[in-house]
């Protein structure tokens, strides 16, 4: 699809990031409702639902023959050849604590490949946008990836799923492996906000496994678009299905699938 084509998409996608983030801001750190889903640490308030029906209300006015697939609502209009990928709230914890780290993700997937990506951070007011071919921006302004090449030098990101509290030493022993070879390595709460920081060139790499598709979807083809590399554990194309993923500047990205690998190796013991 050609860049101008999508023009219509991406402007509807920021209305409605931009309207929701302003929801968000109203009720950061004091929801009425706050319940859990698949563990006592993955929380859903009334906002996350309220944010989405109006995402979902807003995209739909825009074009209604577009499906849909929400974190908190599901499916709608499931055999579209285009649906619209959307987390209402990527870090409810945060927002319920009234830590200021959490966003909007929306993407657009026509035929099985996202073609727009909009992340919005709406307590920093930024936000990032990426259309397949066109490159990546926040607010306004293009944005590289980083240039650093080696991992030793490198800003990292990840995440601990659900089931870290019933198995940690997988993800501990990785999470080791990355610390000890790096400037450091961040767990901020919000898949989407890590892979908006890469793209922005704030940090070099990201990775985490047990991801849902509204986490990855925005996020990915921000990354492509700034200049810098996805892929799964082994370096394949990723899928939003999968839920592993690597995402990097692109220039330590072998270092990054090396260490996975090393660290895979190590804990069965080879």
Known sequence: ????????????????????????????GRPR????????????????????????????RADPTIGFL????????????SR??????????????????F?????????????????????????????????????????????TTRLTQSLLSTGFPVQFRHAARPYLGRFESFERRSHGVRRIGSTTISLASIAAGRMEGFYEQRLWPWDIAAGILLVQEAGGRVSNFRGEPPTLTEGRLVASNGRIHRQMLQLIAGAHLLRRGR
């Open 84 to 101: 619209w990928i959307v987390d209402p709230i990527d870090g409810t914890n945060n927002f319920v604590h009234g830590f200021p780290c």
């Open 103 to 147: 966003a909007v993700s929306i993407a657009l997937e026509v035929r099985g490949t996202v073609v727009v990506g909009v992340i919005y951070d709406p307590m920093r007011r930024e936000l990032f946008v990426a259309s397949q071919g066109a490159g990546a921006s926040l607010n306004g302004r293009p944005i590289r990836v980083s240039q």
């Open 33 to 60: 409702t706050v319940k859990t889903k698949r563990s006592a640490a993955d929380l859903v308030t009334e906002v996350d639902r309220a944010a989405e029906r109006l995402i979902a209300r807003l995209l739909r």
């Open 1 to 28: 699809m050609s860049p101008n084509s999508l023009q219509g998409d991406v402007r509807a996608a920021i209305r409605a990031a931009l309207a929701a983030g302003a929801l968000l801001r109203q009720f950061v």
């Open 70 to 81: 929400g974190e908190e609502l599901g499916r709608r209009r499931e055999r579209a050849s």
